[in-house]
């Protein structure tokens, strides 16, 4: 079996997790509701307090798709019961962001401010003027949208102005070098 498809899903207190007859994965919380279709050939169980995904066979494809789905599952899970955030860090002189009712505007060297509105699902943060925190029960959506912001001013190598994840580790250029040699 698969190491990770392997796995049981826990279900906490609080989650509900129903599975209906199309294999449509229903995961309600105390933050919200996802749904996931999952292919006809993993099959889904809810046992007491765990989500079993079992496989009929060892082909390559059925593997990467008990694989796939299981973490889905969970990622469901996760998602109704904690959240996902995504923290952008905003760096550049006079690069700043303010948050306005349900958008956020950035000012990051463009001759406009760009305007960013919160989606469906997704809610924005700004807990200072340089940091943007995008948050929601979808890890897929998070994902994306932070994905969408950080494309809008993409860090540039040799000062590191632009738009980047928290984690992300960005490899400085060195500048040109003047004088004789």
């Not at 509701?33 to 079993?52: A, F, M, R």
């Not at 029960?137 to 994306?144: A, C, D, L, R, T």
Request: hydrophobic share 35%; with cysteine.
């Amino acid at each position: 079996m698969s190491r990770i498809g392997r796995l049981p899903v826990s279900i906490p207190s609080g989650v509900t997790v129903t599975v209906n007859e199309d294999n449509n994965v229903v995961v309600s919380g105390k933050l919200g509701t996802l749904e996931q279709k999952v292919d006809k050939i993993i099959k889904v169980e809810v046992k007491e307090n765990e989500v079993v995904l079992t496989r009929p066979n060892d082909t390559p494809n059925v593997k990467a798709k008990h694989g796939l789905y299981r973490v889905l599952v969970n990622n469901m899970v996760k998602g109704v019961t904690e959240g996902f955030a995504k923290t952008i860090i905003i760096n550049g002189v006079g690069y700043k962001a303010t948050k306005q009712g349900n958008k956020v505007i950035l000012n990051i060297g463009y001759s406009h401010p760009v305007e960013l509105v919160e989606e469906n699902g997704i809610t924005l943060e700004c807990p200072d003027m340089t940091t943007l925190v995008v948050k929601g029960i979808s890890k897929e959506q998070v994902g994306q949208y932070a994905a969408k912001v950080r494309g809008i001013k993409p860090v540039e190598p040799y000062h590191a102005y632009g738009l980047r994840y928290s984690d992300e580790v960005v490899v400085r250029k060195v500048g040109k070098v003047s004088g004789k040699k």
